[in-house]
């Protein structure tokens, strides 16, 4: 059974730091690139970060690039999203996603999101 469980949301003051964790099992990590997207309500879902992995590649949005952190470690099959300098604006639940196509078929898996808040 593939999982994605989310840990390390709360509540935090702007300006302070989390660091929230994704435990994936059920399919081969390495093969997965794994993404954070991050939703509030009313507006859609926003892609922030993503890591490859076979080269460990990274991505950030504008929005988080220079605060936020993506990292992975291959052996405990998690992937690790450090935020630093926290705004309000990045209120939101963030989800963990795990995606691969082979040979045209798209496989994508969802955690169920970790709630961040951040006050001024």
């Known amino acids: 059974e593939v999982q994605l469980v989310e840990s390390g949301g709360g509540t935090v003051q702007a300006g302070g730091s989390l660091r929230l964790s994704c435990a994936v099992s059920?399919?081969?990590?390495?093969?997965?690139?794994i993404a954070w997207f991050r939703q509030t309500p009313g507006k859609e879902r926003e892609g922030v970060s993503c890591i490859s992995g076979n080269d460990g590649s990274t991505y950030y949005a504008d929005s988080v690039k220079g605060r936020f952190t993506i990292s992975r470690d291959n052996a405990e099959n998690t992937v690790y999203l450090q935020m630093n300098s926290l705004k309000p604006e990045d209120t939101a639940v963030y989800y963990c996603n795990a995606v691969r196509n082979v040979l045209g078929r798209r496989y994508d898996y969802w955690g169920q999101g970790t709630q961040v808040t951040v006050s001024s």
């Open positions: 059920g399919f081969t990590f390495d093969d997965y690139v």
